[in-house]
């Protein structure tokens, strides 16, 4: 069914302003509170993150998060073990991830804070189905007095597990991890196409039967010295389309903002410049009903737009916001290095032992197993690209 309401928001504000961006198309489309995709009424029998478009990595079962436990196991130690010590996972959909992890009580659990940060209503709810979410200024802010009275409150510790959930990132200062687990993918871009002597936009237009189209206009000087920076060193033809990730300049600022120490993990798609080019337009698809798609104007609101992140780019963008990137790898080998095979053996182990008796025990032994594949998978999760950041 077309979200209605998503189609008249766009043909009013091209009536009204003119061809828009994509960035301006892309935010309607998945974030409209009431029809977007992610957030609206075209997501109420489970579309987007509730896993009936497409699946992401905590989705597949437990072992993504048992593995992610383990990294922020290592987290917590390279930063001395605080106490509190904030995890802050941003798009945090229906709350998996985060039961799964305070399900494996990994050892930072005592000291653990976790904010989940989701604007979907529908997605909020879920999470409170999931999890037991605290009011935000008990899981932010428990404190008791100082010493002296005139000795600055503190943190009370040993509090953890806590968890709480807001719309947007916490405001102040935390030591922690930040963990965007598919989301950059998700942030508007605007579009740029080559031309012979300098870059035009891509925005959207309507025709004359009021179907959105594609409108080329010059590129304001500002977008063309960022779609060079996104091109890096890669040859560009004439014809040749890139995605200028704004929005997550924003994001990563806002992160580097909030972190006095620790680290930032986003996992995504991902590519070079010259990846993305060779691509042509296909680094930008649609999902829904798990089928993928190429033309983001059919049935807006209805469908996940999704969009590769310049990899050059990202790192650029970073080093702007503070950030220095520590590692970057595929989330199959992350995973790896994370423990991943010493998981699975035990898993095999467990169904050698029991598969007789074919009990819960040993049906998640070999589920394991099964996670393991399709978590590593370089053609599809495995293939996405981890960058670990830490404040510079």
Not at 81 to 97: K, Q
Not at 266 to 292: C, E, K, N, P, V
Not at 366 to 388: C, K, M, P, W, Y
Request: net charge negative; glycine share 10%.
């Amino acid at each position: 069914m077309v979200a209605l309401g998503v189609k008249s928001q766009l043909d009013e504000l091209i009536r009204r302003n003119g061809p828009i961006t994509f960035a301006e198309f892309q935010s309607v489309a998945l974030y409209d509170p009431e029809d977007g995709f992610f957030s609206g009424a075209a997501s109420t029998s489970g579309a987007g993150r509730g896993n009936r478009d497409f699946i992401t990595s905590p989705e597949v079962g437990s072992l993504f998060g048992v593995l992610l436990a383990r990294f922020l196991d290592e987290a917590w130690v390279r930063l001395g073990s605080p106490d509190p010590f904030f995890v802050v996972e941003v798009g945090a959909g229906n709350g998996r991830l985060a039961q799964t992890i305070i399900k494996s009580e990994p050892s930072c659990s005592s000291a653990l804070r976790y904010v989940l940060v989701e604007t979907s209503e529908r997605q909020i709810n879920e999470q409170r189905r999931r999890l037991s979410i605290e009011p935000t200024d008990e899981v932010l802010g428990p404190v008791v007095p100082g010493q002296d009275l005139d000795d600055p409150p503190e943190f009370l510790t040993g509090a953890g597990p806590l968890v709480t959930a807001l719309a947007d990132l916490p405001a102040g200062a935390i030591t922690g991890v930040v963990l965007a687990n598919e989301l950059l993918d998700n942030l508007p871009v605007r579009v740029v196409e080559r031309s012979d002597k300098s870059w035009l936009e891509v925005r959207v237009g309507l025709d004359q039967h009021s179907e959105l189209v594609e409108v080329l206009v010059p590129a304001p000087a500002d977008l063309e010295r960022e779609a060079d920076l996104v091109a890096s060193d890669a040859p560009v033809k004439l014809g040749d389309r890139l995605p200028v990730p704004e929005a997550t300049e924003e994001f990563l600022a806002q992160v580097s903002e909030l972190l006095i120490g620790g680290e930032v993990v986003l996992i995504d798609y991902g590519a070079t410049a010259q990846q993305l080019l060779a691509r042509g337009f296909s680094w930008l698809r649609t999902y829904s009903g798990h089928t993928r798609g190429s033309d983001p104007y059919d049935l807006p609101g209805t469908r996940d737009i999704t969009c590769d992140v310049p990899l050059e780019y990202l790192a650029l963008l970073a080093n702007r916001a503070g950030l220095v990137i520590t590692q970057e790898t595929s989330q199959a080998e992350w995973l790896g290095e994370l423990g991943l095979a010493d998981l699975v053996a035990e898993g095999k182990a467990v169904w050698n032992e029991r598969s007789s008796i074919g009990d819960l025990e040993a049906l998640a032994g070999r589920s394991r197993v099964n996670e393991a594949e399709a978590l590593t998978d370089l053609s599809g999760l495995g293939g996405h690209r981890v960058v670990i950041l830490k404040p510079r």
